[in-house]
């Protein structure tokens, strides 16, 4: 019997697809079961097909991170050893689904593009139905409205995805139907949900490949006009996490009323005070260090703040960009050269062929928006609809790799199949 690892990938998306409402409350292990089910196609793949090179990106990885849990256990010790390999996993594990599908670059057959299209259009339809429900009832489902704009996102840009015909292009119908879900989205009524639309409906309408190439001050004022729109729909979240919390003013004397603000504000300390390797895993901002308390938080003094105490630290873990303190400088140039990378090699598209590959560099570049954007305030990035939004990716951004004269009929049969 001939096992296909390509279908392997693309079953695992579906089933997380399928699976994406469920495991905000109920199935809660649905990222993690796809990241250890993607890391085991990789791994039979090393070990039946030899395809040890395709992966070397992984192994670099996880020597960075093994870097960290030594710089962490021997040099810092803001928590203890198992705690610091709990955070370790969960960081790395937001890479794994891109790196894996990026180096296997599957393609979905026909029949299960229709089943994943399927599950996109229930899961909008499900959350419809959310949206005109009780707060209660949605918090005992989903734990939180957000998850209504993040789930039709996903699906939306899923859905777009799979309807790109092999000439490059999507059907009337089809693009309605993404529009669509992305509007149901917006009853979620968050405001980094409305700046992922106004994003998106300027990719789908306004951008033209080849805009960046020739730039003039027609497309820089449509840019200022994008970005400005942004702002305007976010401004009320952007001022209260970055400038006044919940107060009509910014003052130190409040800042234990806002625990997000305090979370920016220490993490930019620390990016001074540890440079340039910063505090360490399971130290700061991250599930770990709320699990087994973080000695870093007494150090600077916010162990007392709400929301982020030892008692009552059901904040701590409110977003994604302070965790990256604990990488220091050093961490953060390294996060924003991993998405420069995937950007370089979604720009390749375009540069081959603009008409052809105009949705797939779409789909990846909407994928980035969501991830950075989503960050801000929240922690998606290391859930479920994460996974998808960076397997998205790889299935986006490996479509570049047919332009590479190393990936012969040869290599692909070895990449793809095993013999059981």
Known sequence: MVLRLDRLCTWIFIASIALMLPSIVFVKMVDELGCYMLGAVALVDCIVNKQYKKYAIIGVFVLVFAFYVLYS???????????????????????????????????FSESEKRVAKVLCIINVALCLALAFMSDYIIKDLINHVVYIG?????????????????????????????????????????????????????????????????????????????????????????SYYFITGNSDSFDIETMESFARPVLYATGGLIL???????????????FASSQNYSTLYYEYGINNV?????????????????????????????????????????????????????YPFIVGSMAIVFILIENIAGT??????????????????????NFEEVNT????????????
């Open 73 to 107: 256990i021997f040099f810092l010790k803001f928590n203890t050893p198992k705690y610091i390999l709990m955070d370790a996993i969960i960081e790395l594990k937001p890479f794994l689904p891109y790196l894996v599908i990026f180096a296997i670059a599957p393609v």
């Open 150 to 238: 993040t789930t039709c996102f996903i699906c939306a840009t899923t859905f777009l995805f799979l309807s790109i015909d092999s000439e490059g292009k999507v059907g009337n119908r089809d693009l309605a139907t993404v529009i669509a879900m992305l509007v149901v989205g917006l009853s979620c009524t968050r405001a980094k949900y409305y700046g992922e639309f106004v994003f998106y409906m300027f990719f789908l309408f306004l951008y033209k490949p080849g805009v960046l190439k020739n730039f003039n001050i027609k497309h820089a004022l449509l840019l200022v006009a994008v970005v400005a729109v942004v702002i305007a729909v976010s401004w009320n979240k952007i």
């Open 272 to 286: 001074l005070d540890y440079f340039p390797f910063g505090s360490g895993l399971a130290s700061f901002a991250s």
């Open 306 to 358: 709400w929301g982020l105490s030892e008692d009552f630290g059901d904040f701590i873990c409110d977003a994604y960009y302070p965790c990256l303190a604990q990488f220091g400088i050093v961490g953060i140039v390294l996060f924003a050269l991993v998405f420069i990378k995937i950007y370089h090699h979604l720009r390749a598209l375009i540069r081959h062929d603009a008409i052809r590959y105009k």
């Open 380 to 401: 998606l990035f290391v859930q479920t609809s994460g996974m998808l939004a960076m397997m998205l990716l790889g299935f986006s951004a490996s479509m570049s790799k």
């Open 409 to 420: 009929l040869s290599t692909t049969k070895k990449t793809f199949t095993i013999k059981i």
